[in-house]
């Protein structure tokens, strides 16, 4: 990797080539706000944001001459390097610097408008990432390309834990759809001591409630605490994976480690992989060893019973990703048949799968829930639609997915081609990777499967191995062959480095301020609802927020177990009937005194809309049903929640 970006004074392919993608970022920007003027007029009427484009696509234009043609380069390459040498420099680059990462961030009242624009935000962030690039390589006197790289994945890594970050940490409801569901499933593996009643376990994909559990070992675990351990399981375990991909790859110069863990942290987020399935990961990456097959089997079992109890598709993928690392890691010498050389994947594979349909089955009968949750996985519908641009993700699936994998597809060949290892390897290497691209492909089109990648997560993770392997020279091949093209290798891997860290752009930061008093206030309303009614001998239904059950944001209330919002959700997009009936008797029956649910307008949306399909199952199969027998006694505008009561 570090003779990729070893030429210090090579900065023509440099500038040709940040100018033109920014030239490019750049137009596709005047394009969207030039559709948002046609959508908001008056945004567009601000001064700032005409100065903004004039003074943005007219230079960048003229730079783009200035740099493309051979007789000028000398003239701005002696412009730049003089400049470099001023001491005033450092200090406009600062202020330059600062002024696009607020611009960014924070925004105003003219540019917030603007910043919700994807291309707009990607403007600002290589306009960002250059500024402290050469802030960087004028104190450091390294390669633009690496700080460059430097500034550029720290800028959108910045980005993206504001994302992350629960903000407000104080904010006593839940912050959006499902956030303190997870919580609460979480403290099923204290029920008694919270509760006071036996609950079943979670049903399958434990292992995130099973991580997040770890906070009720406090004496008095809070919401806010809560928040902060979520989110330092986020950044920690993409944290770890990369870190134990970065031990196996090195040694590598202080720089690009830096470089490297800013981007492997990134690439983790940017399904993402979920925290659970990270753990997955990581025991892989820490145990498995090509030279040590009782040490390997070992851990590849210990990852294989984490999986087992996870998700479904992940049974097979500890195995894939240890025969991954045996691919790579292990040549097939010229003396040797392809037989000998698969015995030792064919055992791993067998004591892998085994060991994680074991744990599966054996999790069905401890849990507690063998009814129809596992046909209920299949019967959901297909939305093939989502493989294309639709609203619920812009790029579509198929799009999306090779924007970000074209860079390291490209290393992974180029590298395949320079090295020449045996093609039995890259076969079954492609092969195990399209697999993958396959399966997670059909499960983001099911209902429910989200605005992002995260469906394709166990491919990116090999995808992440194979290519960090690529772009390190670390696969081992059966020949001494020349090393990759440097130049073409440079512009692939800053490519790579492009694409993640747009991509991280698609979400943004939950900045905006919530009314706490008036938030706490309903608290007390909602409190003094439910206690009248359970005074009364009513039960309390808490579809929505039953966290304020678990951490004590309200006096205590008998706990009502069943039709919690995500098992309603997972009733109504896998059209389960069975259990969609009982939850219609329940009602008919007026079985809850009282419901706290969500403000709902309850409208079917058209296909144009975001989870429109989500959204139209819900409404038909819950919120219909809801209100036929129910009606709104109490509506809490800052917490988003709505009380209903029996219809007399």
């Known amino acids: 990797m570090d003779k990729y970006f070893s030429h210090k004074n090579d900065e023509r392919d440099f500038w040709k080539f940040s100018i033109s993608i920014l030239t490019l970022v750049a137009t596709f920007a005047l394009f969207s706000t030039w559709q948002g003027m046609l ?40 412009l730049e390097k003089r400049l470099s040498k001023r001491k005033f420099i450092p200090f406009i680059l600062s202020a330059f610097a600062l002024i696009s990462f607020f611009i960014l961030l924070v925004g105003n009242q003219e540019f917030k408008p603007l910043l919700e624009r994807y291309f707009v935000r990607i403007f600002f962030l290589l306009i960002t990432s250059l500024f402290i690039a050469k802030l960087l390589q004028i104190a450091t006197h390294s390669s633009i390309w690496s700080t460059f790289s430097i500034s550029l994945l720290g800028t959108a890594l910045i980005w993206q834990i504001l994302v992350l970050f629960p903000y407000p940490l104080n904010f006593p409801f839940s912050l959006n759809w499902s956030e303190t569901s997870w919580y609460y499933y979480a403290s099923f593996f204290f029920d008694r001591k919270l509760y006071g009643v036996d609950i079943p376990w979670p049903f399958l994909d434990i292992g995130r409630p099973l991580l997040l559990s770890l906070a009720y070992l406090l004496p008095r675990p809070s919401l806010a605490l809560m928040r902060l351990w979520q989110f330092f399981l986020w950044v920690g375990t993409a944290f770890l994976v990369t870190w134990l991909l970065w031990r196996r790859l090195k040694p590598l110069s202080k720089t690009f480690s830096l470089i490297f863990f800013l981007w492997g942290i990134l690439w983790v987020l940017l399904g993402p992989v979920y925290i659970h399935l990270s753990l997955a990961v990581a025991l892989i990456l820490w145990g498995f060893d090509s030279k040590k097959l009782g040490k390997t089997l070992f851990w590849v079992g210990i990852a294989s019973l984490w999986a087992g109890i996870l998700r479904i598709n992940w049974i097979p993928v500890p195995v894939i990703l240890g025969l991954t690392l045996y691919l790579l890691e292990k040549p097939l010498s010229d003396n040797e048949t392809w037989y000998p050389y698969i015995s030792r994947p064919l055992i791993i594979g067998i004591v892998g799968l085994a060991s994680a349909i074991t744990s599966f089955l054996l999790y069905l009968n401890i849990s507690g829930r063998t009814d129809t949750r596992i046909a209920s996985k299949f019967s959901a519908d297909f939305l093939w639609e989502r493989l294309f641009p639709n609203a619920t993700l812009a790029t579509g699936i198929l799009p999306g997915a090779l924007l970000v994998s074209a860079g390291l597809l490209g290393i992974i060949y180029l590298s395949w081609r320079q090295l020449n290892y045996h093609s039995l390897r890259f076969f079954l290497l492609t092969t195990m990777l399209a697999i993958l691209f396959i399966g997670g492909s059909f499960a983001s089109t099911k209902i429910g499967g989200g605005d992002n990648l995260h469906n394709l997560d166990a491919y990116l993770v090999m995808l992440m191995i194979w290519g960090s392997y690529a772009f390190t020279g670390k696969i081992k091949s059966e020949k001494t062959e020349p090393s990759p093209n440097s130049r073409l290798f440079r512009f692939l891997l800053v490519g790579v480095f492009l694409t993640t860290a747009s991509w991280e752009m698609l979400s943004t930061p939950s900045l905006s301020s919530r009314n706490i008093p008036l938030a706490n206030e309903e608290l007390v309303a909602l409190n003094a609802v439910v206690q009248e009614a359970d005074a009364e001998g009513k039960s309390v239904l808490f579809i929505h927020n039953r966290h304020l059950l678990t951490f004590d944001l309200i006096d205590p209330l008998p706990l009502v177990t069943e039709y919690e919002l995500e098992e309603l959700t997972e009733i109504a997009i896998s059209n389960d009937a069975i259990r969609a009936e009982e939850f219609r008797d329940a009602l008919r029956e007026k079985r809850y005194g009282l419901i706290v649910t969500r403000i709902e307008n309850g409208v079917i949306q058209d296909s144009d809309r975001a989870f429109a399909a989500e959204n139209n199952a819900w409404v038909e199969q819950i919120f219909f049903r809801l209100e036929n027998q129910y009606e709104k006694v109490l509506i809490l505008p800052e917490s988003g929640v709505a009380v209903y009561a029996p219809k007399p």
């Open 39 to 78: 959508e908001k007029p008056v945004f567009m009427q601000s001064i700032k944001v005409k100065v903004f484009f004039i003074f943005t696509l007219i230079p960048l234009f003229l730079l783009n001459i200035l740099i493309w043609k051979k007789q000028n380069h000398k003239i701005f390459i002696t």
